[in-house]
């Protein structure tokens, strides 16, 4: 019997009547004496406790639970070892179990890397987006992309009017607005079946792109909040969009861009 099966038993030992008196002992006795045995419980109690923390635990519907339980019945008539069920099913069970406490350590880790600190640029662009779900008046190009990068070239300098046609969303217009400190913003909105995004561009020296980010064609895109982000700063203008479409769907946009 290796550690893996010895961790497994002892596990299982509070709600098990499959062993005596004698094994249980001799189970327990291994596993607090044996240093790999140690080192294995300690990783389980760790991604026990990492995974109630981490990740909200949703009941499976009643019929995927019948059907769960049917193949498993199923595959226990099949077996024709003279071993008792519960006793051949142990190393099956336990792989399905490792199994998916795997995935679901990829996901508390993957989630636990990627939270990223407070962003305050982003917070007020996620914002932005959000009400712009809601209401959104455009009061420049409406008629036509051209008439948007006339009003933005006039503002800014720089024509940041973007072509998204590839994964599903056309401009629905602009609006320029001043701020109460005397800064311009302007926002334009880009819409389709699929979702909407919606641009920010005003005038900053002081943004610095957070660490962890994906480049492409010099502009940076990041997962933030439940929402993908894409960021560049170009001559003192800085440009942040947000939608609700998938990052993989902006970095396919923008690698389309001219070199």
């Excluded at 038993?9 to 327990?28: H, M, T, V």
């Excluded at 109690?45 to 990740?55: C, E």
């Excluded at 005003?202 to 660490?211: G, M």
């Excluded at 962890?212 to 894409?230: M, N, T």
Aim: aromatic share 8%; net charge neutral; proline share 4%.
């Amino acid at each position: 019997m290796d550690h893996r099966e010895y961790i497994d038993r002892y596990l299982g030992l509070s709600d098990d009547d499959e062993f005596s008196a004698e094994e249980r002992q001799a189970i327990s006795d291994h596993v607090t004496s044996c240093k790999d045995c140690e080192t294995l419980l300690a990783n389980d109690q760790f991604a026990r406790a990492t995974l109630k923390q981490n990740v909200r635990i949703i009941p499976a519907p009643d019929a995927l639970q019948q059907r769960i339980l049917a193949a498993l019945d199923a595959e226990d008539r099949s077996q024709a070892s003279g071993r008792r069920v519960r006793k051949s099913n142990r190393p099956r069970l336990w792989i399905m179990a490792t199994a998916a406490l795997a995935a679901c350590l990829a996901l508390v880790i993957f989630n636990l890397r990627t939270r990223r600190a407070d962003n305050p640029a982003f917070d007020a662009a996620v914002a932005s987006f959000v009400e712009s779900e809601h209401r959104f008046v455009p009061t420049v190009g409406t008629h036509s992309s051209d008439e948007l990068v006339i009003a933005l070239i006039n503002q800014f300098g720089v024509p940041l009017v973007w072509d998204f046609s590839s994964i599903g969303l056309a401009s629905h217009g602009g609006r320029i607005e001043n701020m109460p400190d005397g800064k311009v913003v302007a926002y334009t909105l880009y819409k389709g079946n699929k979702g909407s995004l919606l641009c920010i561009i005003n005038r900053t020296e002081s943004f610095r792109f957070p660490p962890g980010d994906q480049v492409v064609k010099g502009i940076h895109l990041y997962r933030y909040k439940g929402y993908s982000i894409a960021a560049t700063n170009r001559y003192s203008v800085f440009c942040v969009m947000v939608t609700d479409l998938p990052v993989e769907d902006l970095a396919r946009a923008f690698e389309q861009l001219p070199a």
